[in-house]
């Protein structure tokens, strides 16, 4: 249903690195800025990354955004049990009623 | 501290109405845009509606385009959902989100409330 595409799981063991990828098209990803967000367990979205790759403030570096294209990514590295979470990409496409769309979601895996 | 609470959830029957509420505290409202996110049991989440920080521009999923009513009281601090017409499909929790800027279209949402949850079902 979501116009935004992502792997469902990714797994790695601590202190490893993993990258979730986010793909969409030219009116969506392709024209405007990215926004990364972390749901941990019973919890609300916090956001991770604003405008494809910056982070607000006490996000530690570990997590990281970039952008090619229709196209995203989020990389964490140093992994810990502390990130198993669900993860979402998110912007705005411009073919909708003035609406946001949400990536169909990653689990990471703390193996 | 920076604060967003929803309340209004509950269990309603199918056809009939629910009127959440957002309150806001810790950062100035009419600042920014604001929006309605919800997740369905075990889904993802799924972009609801949004209003500009002086309600001057509104904005609705297809899915509730028609039922839903967003509106904000900036002399409150508040956001509201007004639910008409409630349906099986949109069982979920509802959550209440700050915008980083002050209108439409969104942009990143920086501040989540922890949701209200709304059961449709008879």
């Known amino acids: 249903q979501s116009v935004l595409t992502q792997p469902p799981s990714v797994s790695a063991a601590p202190g490893q690195k993993v990258t979730i990828s986010c793909s969409g098209s030219?009116?969506?990803?392709?024209?405007?800025?990215v926004s990364w967000y972390q749901q941990l367990p019973g919890t609300a979205p916090k956001l991770l990354i604003y405008?494809?790759?910056k982070r607000p403030s006490g996000i530690p570096d570990r997590f990281s955004g970039s952008k090619s294209g229709t196209s995203a990514t989020l990389g964490i590295t140093g992994l810990q049990t502390g990130d198993e979470a669900d993860y979402y990409c998110?912007?705005?496409?411009?073919?909708?009623?003035?609406?946001?769309?949400f990536g169909t979601g990653t689990k990471v895996t703390v193996l | 501290e920076v604060q967003l609470v929803e309340s209004g959830g509950g269990l309603v029957q199918p056809g009939r109405s629910l009127r959440l509420s957002c309150a806001a505290s810790?950062?100035?409202?009419?600042?920014?845009?604001m929006h309605w996110v919800r997740q369905a049991p075990g889904k993802g989440l799924e972009w609801v509606s949004g209003?500009?920080?002086?309600?001057?521009?509104?904005g609705y999923a297809d899915s509730v385009k028609g039922r839903f009513t967003i509106s904000r009281d900036n002399a409150k601090n508040s956001l509201y959902l007004q639910m008409n017409s409630l349906r099986a499909e949109d069982t979920a929790l509802y959550y209440c989100?700050?915008?980083?800027?002050?209108?439409?279209?969104?942009?990143?949402?920086?501040?989540w409330g922890q949701g209200t949850m709304v059961t449709v079902s008879s």
């Open positions: 989100a700050k915008d980083s800027k002050w209108e439409l279209p969104p942009d990143a949402f920086d501040i």
């Open positions: 030219s009116s969506n990803i392709g024209n405007n800025y």
């Open positions: 405008e494809n790759n």
């Open positions: 810790g950062f100035t409202f009419d600042d920014y845009a």
């Open positions: 209003i500009s920080w002086n309600s001057g521009s509104i």
């Open positions: 998110g912007t705005w496409d411009s073919s909708l009623s003035a609406g946001k769309v």
